[in-house]
């Protein structure tokens, strides 16, 4: 491989007018069609062949309609009042502040008019519940908060039937006209927020995370290159990368649903590899300039050694992210596909576009040099550097630097055994959104739990029509038996009166472990139910999904790392001819895994450092996406740094030279690559969105304690304790794996064959 690119290297280099435009017209036919004919993207997290599924059957069987609004796409609003300081919605004028806003929502066109709004207060009402002592067994599911001890009749919410039936079709003006209905209302001193999902507005990345990164990583390439021009040529990869990364997803949402978090983790990913494999590159032609007259011989050698380290560090991305695809769920199957996608053009900009624009600058790159940075080259063996002494501290005490690194990993992933996980919810929208205010206000009135009801469908068609109200009382008796459980509401017939839903309301919020656990304690009930009445039901609604979803993700963790795991195992044998290397770098990999969930659920999920407000649990999500993305990660800095090992290894030097030389070489671009990946990851803490902001924290610490711990400290350490046999591959298998030559063996031999040639003619 080390030839092919060192020859296309030269090529584009030589090329450089022609490659340059056609980079330039695919970057703008890209970035046209993309901007035209993209469609709005889904926050779908649905799955088939959940247990809510029953409920939903149930549902449409007995309920025709009802189901449609536990859809991900569905358009929900519901609106949550509260009462003045000091006074009640039954007041006279409160109560007629709320009317009037109902009757406002009745003009409204976004709303369906053959469907009645109930008027909260008139509805408890008429289930008799407006009295001194209302009675919890038949006014639990009153929509005013007639049994809150401290503070009744404070708090009521409503829900609105709406025209518009798909979340993608709500107009931001269907937004402000819903939100401007309880004006009046607010005027008169009520509160007024709205949940569901119309309220809901689907926030894009804002860019300034992204310019930030990419602030920080220039100020890290200009001292790493000790020149302003140098720095600036990966700026330009990543913003070409990216922009045709993501102009591709978009594109992709004519004929595709695309969740909205796929560009969010494309910017992530292309941003970073692009600056981090332009980086390689460019520092290896650095060096190249200094040891070859020629400018052209210098890039094409630059790619065909660092940059076939790029290609296979990129191919074990693209792996690790498409290889979400093998979960079978299908948002995050278009996640790791948007990641692999950036990924991929991150590599064809480093190993196309690189070459072109090292031939526009020529030389001239490095010039002029700033002063007093990056005067020295790592790759001069004469000079010692901060990573030659980092290394031959490794050579000396190799047990005791492989001991203090496991120990701290192992320290920080102790809190990963309290990993609670949840999908985003209400709860998780910024203090500042009407959706979090009217969740805020609703627990505030109700309890945290009327915000996760639990909605019992249950099917009473082979149950004999006497034994039907016994039967749904043993039912609402069971549930009431659960501690975690805080109301159960009278059940709800179904017009042929087969069929009945009841509202279980849990005393902890929707992505509580208790809540969760309750779910599963109910289904768990059925069985015996069924057996003494033919009684059957199902569970849904929000909480009930998320929960299905959660156990679902979990179960397809250990899968997955096997598959991916498996798949650049082989990747690395390839690369390094070794099976102890690449046994070492997934082990060290489980550690800075472990350790990267224990710190992440110590700030997100606990909330210590201060970093947020609001602890919750993580999202789903994020172990599964985290793994495939640092395991990615991790692998390039494997790459990248052991390659230069077994280069010195494969040219002579003995095993524990050969770690302390590699890592002199490689020591100082990691570092620049990984201090560049923290920080672009890093600025994500900076956005709103709370996932947003632990899926940033959690690849920073992914990337730092896998760089500067495991990859630079004990990964080295072992390679020294193994010496030799780091190194070893059984006979028969070194004779049937390729060799693909990634530390530049071939093309070393033709470098000195030209130059024997030369001294021939002379």
Not at 426 to 443: G, I
Not at 535 to 554: E, K, N, P, Q
Request: glycine share 8%; with cysteine.
């Amino acid at each position: 491989m080390s030839v092919y690119l060192y020859r296309w290297g030269k090529l584009a280099f030589r090329r450089k007018w022609i490659v340059l435009p056609v980079w330039l017209l695919c970057f703008m036919v890209l970035g046209g069609l993309g901007a035209q004919l993209q469609k709005p993207m889904t926050d779908d997290f649905s799955m088939p062949n959940l247990p809510s599924e029953r409920a939903t059957e149930i549902l449409d069987k007995h309920f025709p309609g009802m189901s449609e609004a536990f859809a991900f796409d569905a358009v929900t609003g519901t609106y949550v009042v509260g009462a003045p300081a000091g006074q009640k919605l039954t007041d006279p004028a409160n109560r007629q502040a709320v009317a009037a806003m109902i009757e406002r929502l009745e003009q409204l066109p976004i709303v369906d008019h053959t469907e009645p709004i109930v008027d909260p207060i008139t509805a408890t009402e008429e289930m008799g519940c407006l009295t001194a002592q209302p009675d919890p067994s038949t006014c639990s599911g009153a929509p005013l908060n007639v049994l809150n001890e401290s503070a009744p009749d404070t708090v009521a919410y409503f829900s609105v039937p709406f025209t518009i039936k798909e979340f993608a079709d709500v107009k931001p003006e269907d937004r402000e006209a819903a939100y401007a209905v309880g004006d009046d209302a607010r005027a008169a001193g009520l509160t007024v927020e709205m949940s569901g999902s119309l309220p809901m507005e689907q926030e894009m990345p804002s860019g300034k995370s992204e310019m930030i990164g990419m602030a920080v990583a220039l100020v890290v390439m200009i001292v790493a290159f000790g020149a302003i021009v140098a720095a600036f040529v990966p700026i330009i990869t990543a913003i070409v990368g990216l922009g045709a990364a993501t102009s591709l997803i978009f594109l992709s949402t004519t004929v595709l649903e695309i969740p909205s978090f796929t560009t969010f983790l494309a910017s992530m990913i292309g941003i970073a590899l692009s600056i981090d494999y332009a980086l390689f590159i460019v520092s290896r032609y650095k060096h190249e300039l200094t040891v070859q007259d020629s400018a052209e011989e210098a890039a094409g050698t630059a790619l065909g050694t660092a940059g076939s380290a790029v290609v296979f560090a990129g191919l074990t991305v693209i792996i690790a992210l498409a290889g979400l695809a093998i979960v079978g769920v299908r948002f995050l199957t278009f996640m790791g596909l948007g990641g692999a996608v950036a990924a991929a053009f991150a590599v064809l900009t480093a190993i196309t576009l690189m070459p072109a624009l090292l031939g526009a600058f020529g030389k001239a790159l490095f010039k002029p040099k700033l002063p007093l940075i990056a005067q020295h080259d790592p790759e001069d063996d004469s000079v010692v550097t901060n990573g030659t002494r980092v290394a031959r501290v490794i050579a000396k005490f190799p047990a005791v630097t492989m001991i203090l690194a496991i120990v701290v990993l192992g320290l920080l992933a102790a809190p990963a055994l309290n990993l609670n996980l949840g999908l985003p919810g209400e709860d998780s929208l910024p203090k500042s959104t009407t959706v979090r205010k009217a969740y805020d206000l609703r627990t505030e009135g109700f309890g945290e739990g009327s915000n996760g009801v639990l909605q019992v469908a249950v099917d009473l068609a082979d149950t004999p029509a006497d034994q039907r109200p016994a039967a749904l009382n043993a039912l609402r008796d069971k549930l009431m038996s659960y501690p975690d459980m805080e109301l159960v509401t009278e059940p709800q017939m179904s017009s042929d009166g087969a069929g009945a839903l009841i509202n279980g309301i849990p005393k902890a919020g929707p992505n509580d472990q208790s809540t969760k656990d309750l779910v599963q304690s109910a289904r768990d009930a059925e069985a015996a139910l069924h057996e003494q009445y033919q009684m059957s039901y199902g569970i849904t609604g929000t909480t009930a999904i998320y929960a299905d979803i959660d156990h679902v993700l979990l179960s397809k963790i250990v899968p997955y790392m096997a598959i991916v795991a498996g798949a650049a195992f082989i990747l690395l044998i390839l690369v390094f001819r070794s099976i102890l290397v690449p046994l070492t770098a997934a082990l060290g990999f489980l550690l800075s895994m472990a350790a990267t969930f224990g710190a992440t659920v110590l700030v997100f999920q606990e909330g210590k450092l201060g970093l947020i407000s609001d602890p919750h649990p993580l999202v789903s999500f994020l172990p599964i996406m985290l793994i495939g993305l640092v395991f990615g990660l991790a692998m390039d800095y494997q790459v990248f740094l052991v390659t230069r090992m077994r280069e010195e290894y494969v040219h002579g030097s003995e095993p524990t030279e050969a770690v302390v030389k590699g890592y002199h070489h490689g020591a100082r671009v990691v570092t620049s690559a990984a201090i560049i990946m923290i920080s672009v990851f890093g600025s994500f803490l900076l956005e709103s969105d709370v996932t947003a902001k632990s899926m940033g924290f959690a690849l920073a610490a992914g990337v730092a304690l896998d760089a500067f711990v495991v990859r630079m400290v004990l990964i080295p350490a072992l390679l020294v304790l193994l010496g030799k046999w780091a190194w070893w591959m059984p006979a028969w298998l070194d004779k049937i794996v390729p060799d693909i030559d990634v530390e530049g063996s071939k093309l070393r031999e033709i470098h000195r064959n030209d130059r024997e040639m030369a001294a021939a003619e002379l």
